[in-house]
């Protein structure tokens, strides 16, 4: 890996530019979820052990370059001084005057935060004069945002080109899993994708197949394999135009030695709501009046076969319609399993995206995975085989 840390960089007396990504959910003026905000405190402690003065940019929400007052990151100040017990300044510009201030004032001991970098347009568009005004700020650049490094964006790429770079705590953490997970994983390494859409998870299998022993489709998606397969799918969510994509990505596993595990089972329901009347067929045999909603039991039993002969799990997108209770089944019973295996020391398991990190706290077994991402789009795309911007932009 051709990024620095924290360890190798002159911090005492440096302000460090430090951007990280606390966008987090927020109702009624309180943070819902404090994860991202938990991550990045060991970051902006190992900071302030080293004597430096963390200065942290940070988005939150699209302002689309304006100032819009219910995106003010001074929502997310007291959530981040309750984190890290110690006085968070807040600047209510992330450049010009109110910036230059406000680290002029800064105590040891203190730290800064910035206003949404993306209430300034330079930020999005990665403006190299708007990055010389942050950068204008401070002597030193500490990327910590590895969930907004798939955009190339000021703060998150422009910025690292002007002053000595390196990755923070949680970038180097979400870096080294993923290294482990897809880069140069223990094998058999089993994939586990699911989610709605075949067309939004494309460039994911592509890639996947090419990298894993095991992919494990489930969700939507894995009707339009069943429906490739010649299966009827009823009234099922199925991209019916994708089934030739499907098809390709079939013949392309079987020709590079991957296995693809579809649902041999499957619960179906006539109605798309939590505790609608189901029952558990086999795959081909999908009434034509009726949806599928989950993997079966058969399906589940079948993955955690797989999961038990693999030596490295990556996961993301739920195996059925996690959010309505019983349709959670499959998806609940496979992560305890991977849980399980993970706490024997069997498996390195490592989750990411919204959705899919949502289904593991559900199922009691997110917290028992070796690593869980704190990205969503940054981890697909880090999981397609993409250059992250903001990490090549480390490396530089
Ligand atoms: C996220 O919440 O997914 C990241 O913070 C990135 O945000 P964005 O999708 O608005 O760039
Ligand atoms: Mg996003």
């Known amino acids: 890996m051709g990024w620095k840390t924290l360890d190798e960089m002159e911090l005492a007396g440096k302000v460090v530019l430090t951007r990280v990504d606390i966008n987090v959910p927020v109702e009624d003026g309180v943070v819902t979820d404090t994860t991202r905000i938990d991550r990045i405190v060991p970051t902006v402690k190992d900071i302030?052990?080293?004597?430096?003065?963390?200065?942290?940019?940070?988005?939150?929400?699209?302002?689309?370059?304006?100032?819009?007052?219910?995106?003010?990151?001074?929502?997310?100040?007291?959530?981040?001084?309750?984190?890290?017990?110690?006085?968070?300044?807040?600047?209510?510009?992330?450049?010009?005057?109110?910036?230059?201030?406000?680290?002029?004032?800064?105590?040891?001991?203190?730290?800064?935060?910035?206003?949404?970098?993306?209430?300034?347009?330079?930020?999005?568009?990665?403006?190299?004069?708007?990055?010389?005004?942050?950068?204008?700020?401070?002597?030193?650049?500490?990327?910590?945002?590895?969930?907004?490094?798939?955009?190339?964006?000021?703060?998150?790429?422009?910025?690292?080109?002007?002053?000595?770079?390196?990755?923070?705590?949680?970038?180097?953490?979400?870096?080294q899993a993923l290294e482990s997970a897809l880069g140069n994983p223990a094998r058999p390494v089993t994939a586990v994708v699911g989610g709605a859409k075949v067309s939004s998870k494309l460039e994911l299998l592509g890639n996947l197949v090419q990298k894993v022993n095991n992919l494990v489709i489930g969700g939507g998606m894995a009707n339009t394999f069943l429906a490739a397969q010649g299966h009827g799918v009823g009234t099922s969510l199925c991209e019916h135009d994708m089934t030739d994509t499907a098809a390709e990505i079939l013949a392309k596993a079987e020709e590079v030695g991957c296995s693809i595990v579809l649902p041999g089972d499957v619960v179906v329901a006539r109605e798309f709501k939590a505790q609608a009347a189901h029952e558990t067929v086999a795959a081909d045999a999908c009434p034509a009046d009726a949806m599928i909603l989950d993997a079966g039991p058969a399906s589940v039993a079948k993955i955690g076969q797989v999961f038990e002969a693999s030596k490295t799990l990556i996961w993301n997108g739920p195996l059925g319609a996690f959010e309505l209770e019983p349709f959670d089944a499959a998806t609940s019973a496979a992560a305890l399993k991977a849980a399980e295996l993970t706490e024997a020391g069997a498996l390195v398991s490592v989750a990411g995206g919204g959705d899919t990190v949502a289904a593991l706290n559900q199922a009691g077994a997110a917290d028992r995975f070796s690593y869980i991402s704190t990205a969503g789009g940054a981890f697909l795309e880090w999981m397609e085989g993409k250059t992250l911007p903001g990490v090549a932009a480390l490396e530089a």
Not at 141 to 167: I, Q, V
């Open 48 to 175: 302030l052990a080293g004597g430096g003065k963390p200065v942290l940019m940070a988005h939150f929400g699209r302002p689309k370059g304006e100032v819009v007052p219910e995106m003010s990151l001074a929502i997310v100040r007291p959530a981040l001084e309750a984190a890290l017990g110690v006085p968070v300044k807040f600047a209510e510009d992330c450049i010009g005057g109110p910036a230059k201030i406000a680290v002029t004032e800064l105590q040891p001991g203190e730290v800064l935060l910035l206003e949404n970098t993306r209430f300034h347009p330079g930020e999005t568009t990665n403006d190299p004069m708007f990055a010389a005004s942050l950068g204008a700020l401070g002597s030193v650049y500490c990327n910590d945002a590895f969930s907004a490094a798939h955009r190339a964006h000021a703060s998150t790429e422009g910025l690292a080109k002007l002053m000595p770079a390196c990755a923070g705590r949680l970038m180097q953490a979400e870096l």
